[in-house]
């Protein structure tokens, strides 16, 4: 029999809802999932959806106390678990950001109490290094780093299309320079880069996800292969966040695809920034800088990919399966 391990369900398109379908689908050969729903997606008005989420998971923790098998966990309802379901869990901490509190005045608590409670489970997972020495920090030894991960044979197929080409399917100028500034939603900074190149000639920005902003110009919300496809487009890649990323997937997948990039060194994208060697904005100068960075030698994609490529779907799944077996194990 596989053993049973409970978990969120894997709905929504965020980066951490990402993650946890990439482990229900590495796992299924040796998992049996079993998943509880994820109210706070289904809102419509932010303000206040944690704490209404909260509420309307308690009846369904309750009935979980007496369930036998493993938690894999990645949300602020851990806190409603009792201390023996927690020495069962494996929780996934993505990132803290009070940026994106949406339940004034409780959520502060909220984050403090879990804080409190994170050592009294099994592991806590990390997408980045910086966040395992941020819980460090604060009390919480038992972590544990696994990187976000990428399909390889998806970007290799995508690696291999000619930028050219790909330019005319999205209607982008062949002798311009299209900069991708990740998604159009809220503190990922591509109101930031659009003001700083605003006027600028031949230089154009290009923008993806939801639009939660109403940022004008070129904006696309695609399918996931169309989406890669339009990062084979672009040229550069310019990533400012205001908000403590985990990782930022989006700056990963543009240097998978052959970006040389610009990146902020903040919380986990720092690490990517690092681990890549890819140099910081100078918004003093960032139209000058973009352009160098258009004319990057194919050398320096090509050292970017080895590196990044070691974080591919067979390493995710060994990480994650030998660290359920663990979790899971007599």
Known sequence: ?????????????????????????????QIDWRTTPDFKRGYRVRRGRKVRH?????????????????FLWDDLSVLLFTPEMRART????????????????????????????LAQCHTVVCVAPYWAQF??????????????????????????????ECKAM?????????VYAGKAVHWKGTDTVAAALKGEPGLHLVTTGS???????????LPRQQYLQLLRACDVGVFV???????????AEALLVGLPCLIEPIAGLGDLAEITQQP?????????????????????????????????????????SRLLAEATGP
């Open 170 to 178: 999205f209607g982008l100028a062949q002798h311009e320079i299209a």
């Open 135 to 164: 819980l460090r920090a604060r009390g919480v030894q038992n972590v544990r780093v696994i990187h976000n991960a990428v399909d390889l044979a998806e970007i290799d197929t995508v690696r291999a299309m000619d930028r050219a």
């Open 211 to 221: 639009n939660t902003i109403g940022a004008s110009g070129r904006h696309y919300d």
């Open 90 to 117: 494996v929780f996934v901490f993505h990132h803290y950001e009070p940026l994106q509190f949406d339940s004034q005045p409780l959520e502060p608590l909220l984050w403090r109490r879990l804080f409190a409670v």
């Open 54 to 70: 909260l509420a309307r998971l308690a009846p369904h923790i309750r009935s979980l106390q007496r369930a036998a098998g493993t």
């Open 241 to 251: 966040p205001r908000m403590k990323e985990g990782w930022s997937r989006c700056a």
């Open 1 to 29: 029999m596989k053993p049973v391990v409970h978990s969120m369900e894997a709905r929504g398109r965020t980066g951490g809802r990402v993650y946890l379908r990439m482990i229900h689908e590495v796992t299924r050969g």
């Open 280 to 320: 910081a904005p100078d918004f003093g100068r960032l139209p000058e800088q973009i352009r160098d960075r258009a004319d990057a030698p194919p050398e320096e994609s090509k050292l970017v990919f080895e590196t990044l490529s070691g974080f591919d779907s067979a390493y995710f799944r060994d990480a994650w």
